[in-house]
């Protein structure tokens, strides 16, 4: 077992706890056990008192004591001198001699002038001669006992409340990023697990996004920045081929425009992929625009594919018409159905059109 793992820390919390128990147990006991020793040598003193006081009454004499280990003392002077210094401050009673295995009872009786001591050794009882092997005993006993049955209920609680994160680790490890997503917490209990569960859940599902999103920003960027740098390089080596000869401004116009056409392409599609990865799209960059004059400029963009083909290229988008959303993105989504509109067409006409709230790119 892994000294650090969390298994092990539940059974040792519960040793410790079953070895402080027993010795709150055991002191508790022994303090019963004290209290009730106390109780049945007062208790027993006070019979003999009563039991002396009607056979003084009755008699006129002191009789002997019943019960062996008393001894009757008449006056202060006739008791051991260990003990006149406590009886001289004690009034008629029943008290327990401290520091000694000695109870004590304090009478006065009718038409003696001194106090009647009633003294009860019970230092030569069989209870007490063993009361510190007793005590061990018990301390010992229900130290191992305590402990060994909460060693038992450790390992059952533990494996009980560890086998839900056993399972739990087990699964995610099990789990790859590239699997479909898969509902983790609903097989665990509303409770801590359970809200790990959900955490871990969450965590595979930002996982799988991020690894869409770099999926699509590598086939994203494969197919868009193609064609901007095949235009680029198409217009450099045109003017590059007629470098020795002088271009007429209009033809220099066209390629410049060509250019700066991919240019804006590309600064286009770059700003897509800032949007592509991120997890979170900034809400600085979504709000609403007209849609025609961003269709225009497609259309301009993409006229030249067809030169020297007898298709109309239109926009009939109304001028009303607004969009709520990211312009890059609806640039590139629109610019690729112009596109491929233009590519595919053999004759007739391309019209960007709305119906309802779909936008639609028809030949």
Not at 10 to 39: G, H, M, P, Q
Not at 285 to 299: H, M, S, Y
Not at 335 to 349: E, H, M, P, V, W
Request: a neutral charge.
């Amino acid at each position: 077992m892994n000294r650090h793992s969390l298994r092990y820390r539940i059974v040792f919390a519960f040793l410790v706890y079953s070895i402080l128990f027993s010795i709150v147990f055991s002191f508790i006991t022994f303090s019963a056990i004290k209290r009730v020793e106390d109780y049945l040598f007062n208790q027993r003193l006070e019979e003999e008192l009563e039991l002396l006081t009607r056979s003084y009454e009755t008699s006129g004499t002191i009789p002997e004591p019943t019960t062996p280990n008393i001894t009757f003392h008449k006056g202060l002077g006739a008791l051991p001198e260990q003990m006149q210094s406590f009886a001289s401050k004690r009034e008629p009673g029943i008290f327990e001699v401290e520091n000694m295995d000695f109870h004590m009872g304090i009478a006065e009786l009718p038409g003696l002038d001194q106090k009647l001591y009633m003294v009860y050794n019970v230092h030569n009882l069989e209870i007490e001669q063993r009361r510190d092997v007793i005590h061990t005993w018990i301390l010992v006993s229900t130290s191992v006992n305590l402990s060994l049955i909460g060693l038992l209920i450790a390992f059952l609680v533990s494996r009980k409340i560890i086998r839900p994160v056993t399972d739990l680790s087990r699964v995610v490890k099990e789990t790859s990023p590239d699997d479909p997503p898969s509902l983790i917490r609903q097989n665990y209990a509303n409770d801590e697990v359970g809200v790990l569960a959900g955490v871990f859940e969450d965590f595979l599902t930002r996982i799988r996004a991020l690894i869409q999103r770099e999926r699509q920003f590598t086939r994203f960027a494969s197919h868009e920045l193609r064609s901007p740098v095949t235009v680029i390089k198409g217009a450099v080596e045109l003017l590059r081929g007629n470098g020795q000869r002088e271009l007429d401004a209009q033809r220099v116009e066209r390629t410049v425009q060509r250019i700066d056409r991919a240019a804006r392409e590309m600064e286009d599609t770059l700003e897509c992929f800032l949007v592509l990865s991120k997890e979170k799209t900034d809400p600085d960059k979504i709000g609403e625009f007209d849609a025609a004059p961003v269709i225009d400029e497609l259309v301009d963009q993409h006229r030249s594919m067809l030169k020297n083909r007898a298709i109309e290229l239109m926009n009939e988008v109304p001028r009303d018409f607004r969009v709520n959303g990211h312009l890059h993105s609806f640039k590139i989504a629109v610019g690729n159905l112009i596109k491929n509109a233009c590519q595919f067409t053999r004759s007739g006409s391309i019209v960007i059109s709305v119906s309802g709230r779909r936008l639609s790119v028809s030949d």
